[in-house]
């Protein structure tokens, strides 16, 4: 059974940091890109970032860029996302996902790309 399990989402303040973990388990998910997306109160699940199976490209969505970074260590089989500088717009459900297809070369945006997903951590950043 393919899982999961995203941890360290909390409450903080604008200009803090977080860091989110994402421990995927059920199959190999070193031979898979995993991206972090997010869903705010009454929007759509959006890309956040995502990180190349064997963590050679990253791709960040504009408004992340610069202050969050995403990064895999597949010994420990866990991705993580630092979040810095948070703004009350960074508050969201944070969503981790593991890329549909083995090997891609470049990380999808697309939320159709990932076909296994965990069940979120919320972050509230308050201003």
């Known amino acids: 059974q393919v899982q999961l399990v995203e941890s360290g989402g909390g409450l903080v303040q604008a200009g803090d940091s977080l860091r989110l973990s994402c421990a995927p388990s059920?199959?190999?998910?070193?031979?898979?890109?995993m991206g972090w997306f997010r869903q705010a109160p009454g929007k759509e699940r959006e890309f956040v970032a995502a990180?190349?199976?064997?963590?050679?490209?990253?791709r960040y969505t504009e408004s992340v860029k610069g202050r969050f970074t995403i990064s895999r260590d597949n010994a420990k089989n866990t991705v993580y996302l630092q979040m810095s500088s948070l703004k009350a717009e960074d508050t969201a459900v944070y969503y981790c996902?593991?890329?549909?297809?083995?090997?891609?070369?470049?990380?999808?945006?697309?939320?159709?790309?990932?076909?296994?997903w965990g069940q979120g951590t919320q972050v509230t950043v308050s201003s």
């Open positions: 996902a593991a890329d549909r297809e083995r090997y891609r070369n470049y990380p999808s945006t697309r939320i159709t790309e990932y076909n296994y």
């Open positions: 990180i190349r199976w064997d963590g050679a490209t990253t």
């Open positions: 059920g199959r190999t998910f070193s031979i898979y890109a």
